[in-house]
């Protein structure tokens, strides 16, 4: 059985208060026309079963032209900013085209019993913008629903050669090639790469930057230094890395990690092992979260444009609207490094 839809449930939808959603269902003059639209199209995508104007009573017609796209996500913290600045983005792209959005997530269970979200059964949806979801089987299932995707980031396969739907993503190639040669100007030749690069797409470009950086300088890639295993979800991250480090038959001078967390769980981990930072070891991340500048030293890190990202997830989804016969593209938005205190030349060259 369906839940009632409600004023209230039809406000926090579109972020509006109770107050406005009644005067623009009611049409109060007091409303603007932009405002009308965009409530009686989410309360009809909603459901809504109570009072809806209709031309009869020289109320607006429906706007086909509104979208009502669905932003779908396995996880976030709320605790980091980076999706919420995402959604940011997103947000903005949202309000300023006249559409509406809402936010879904889905669990590890929805995932492996490829079960759709609830959302879908009392709403309809023009469009998805997906994140977090790294399953290919999942993923089909979302474009099988036949409506334009997105994905932010995604899996990466290579036995798919041709894409199936559109991705945007933060550069990763180049950003880490030039943070590696950074280090190997530094006078490293010891680096290794910390995070399974099939673990998504973004990922598996870090990686391909990370060689990309040794073939510019002709030199040759060694994968001993490298950690690309999966974590167990059962097990503590510095736990883990503290065994990884010990696995390794001798530590490198530089790691490069496919992100921030993980950066900051190696620091952890070496300095558990009486690595000193950046003395001993040099570290970099990728992201440009928060808890950069709190672990220390501070951490040099790839600064991603957050907002940007969730903004053109929108304007692409938007144009694959209107032109679904066109092939599929990748879209990278651009970076830069920050460079602090967590990366030094290393010991053998002081």
Known sequence: MNKKIT?????????????????????????????????????????????????????????????????????????????????????????????????????????????????????????????EIFDKAYIKLLIDIGIPLISIDGYYDPDTPNATFDYVLMENSTSISKLVNHLLVLGHTKIGFVGNYTHCRGFFERYAGFKQAYMFKGLDFDRKFDITADKPDNISDDEWYVKELKNLNSIPTAFVCANDFIAIHVMKAAKKLGLRIPEDLSVTGFDGLKECTIIEPHLTTVETNKEVLGYRAVELLLWRMDNPDYPFEVTHIENFIRFRDSIAGPPNAK
């Open 7 to 131: 004023m209230q449930a039809i406000a926090k939808q579109v972020n509006m208060s109770r107050n406005t959603v009644s005067k623009a269902l009611n049409n109060d003059p007091s409303v603007t026309e932009k405002t009308r639209k965009i409530v009686i199209s989410a309360a009809k995508a909603m459901g809504y079963k109570g009072f809806l104007p209709d031309s009869s009573n020289q109320t607006i017609k429906e706007d086909i032209s509104h979208k009502h796209i669905l932003v779908l996500t396995h996880r976030f913290s709320e605790s980091s900013p980076f999706w919420p600045l995402v959604w940011n983005g997103v947000e903005q792209k949202v309000r300023e085209s006249g559409h509406s959005f809402a936010i879904s997530m889905i669990g590890k269970d929805d995932i492996e019993n490829l079960q759709l979200p609830t959302i879908f059964n009392n709403q309809k949806f023009d469009g998805i913008i997906c994140s």
